[in-house]
C-alpha cells in the first residue's frame, strides 16, 4: 500500500492539516462564540450576522479544503484495482448519495441550523427528524465524507482513500465535542421553558 502512497509530497501533508484544521477551527470558534459571545461583539452585537459570518468562514474553508485535497491527488500515484471499471463506477453513487444527504440536510437546517447556531443561542423549535434525518444521525458528516471517498476512488488515487479515513476521524473527533455540547445547549432550553411554565 505504502508504494502506492507518495508521502514525500507536501502537497499530501497540507492537505492533511486542511483536514484537521477545519473541524478544529470551527469547535474552537462556536465555543469562544457560547462563551464569550466573541464573534457577535467583532459584529456588533448582532448574533445573526455573527453566524452568518462563521457561516461564509466555514464554507470558504470548505472550499480551499476541497481544492487542497484534489491538488494533493494530482500529486500521487494511481491504483490499477481503482481503475477497475465496478469500482470506478461506484464512485458514481456514492457521490450522488454523498451530496444529496449534505445539501438535503442543509436545506431541512437553514443556514443557522446547518453552521452552528445553536452556539449563537439561534435554537431550532424542535429536533429535525425529516429526511435526510431519518435515515442516519449525521448526513452532513456521512455526506461530506463520501464526497470525499467518492473522489479518491473516481481519480484511483490510493492516498486519496487514506486522506478519507482522515477526514472521518477528523469528524467523529468533532462529534465527540460537538454532540454532547449541543444537547448540553438544547436541554438547557428545556429546562427553561419549564421554569417558564411555572413562572406562569
Ligand atoms: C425518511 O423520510 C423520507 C421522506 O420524508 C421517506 O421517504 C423515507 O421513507 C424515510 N426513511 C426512513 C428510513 O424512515
Known sequence: MASFIDFSQPSFWISAASITFNPTFWNIAARQEYH??????????????????????????GIFRDYLFNSALDNQPTHPLLAETPIKLSAIPLFLTGNTLVLTSMYALGITGTYLGDYFGILMDAPVTSFPFNVTD???????????????????????????????????????YEDPFTSMIYKKREEEREAGKKGL
Not at 464573534?39 to 461564509?56: E, F, R
Open 36 to 61: 464569550n459571545k466573541v464573534i457577535t461583539k467583532l459584529l456588533g452585537g448582532n448574533s445573526h450576522l455573527g453566524c452568518y459570518a462563521l457561516a461564509i468562514t466555514i464554507f470558504s474553508l
Open 138 to 176: 449525521a448526513p452532513m458528516y456521512h455526506g461530506s465524507t463520501l464526497s470525499f471517498l467518492a473522489t479518491a476512488i473516481w481519480r484511483g488515487r490510493p492516498a486519496g482513500v487514506l486522506l478519507t479515513a482522515l477526514v472521518a476521524a477528523a469528524y467523529a473527533v468533532a462529534r465527540m
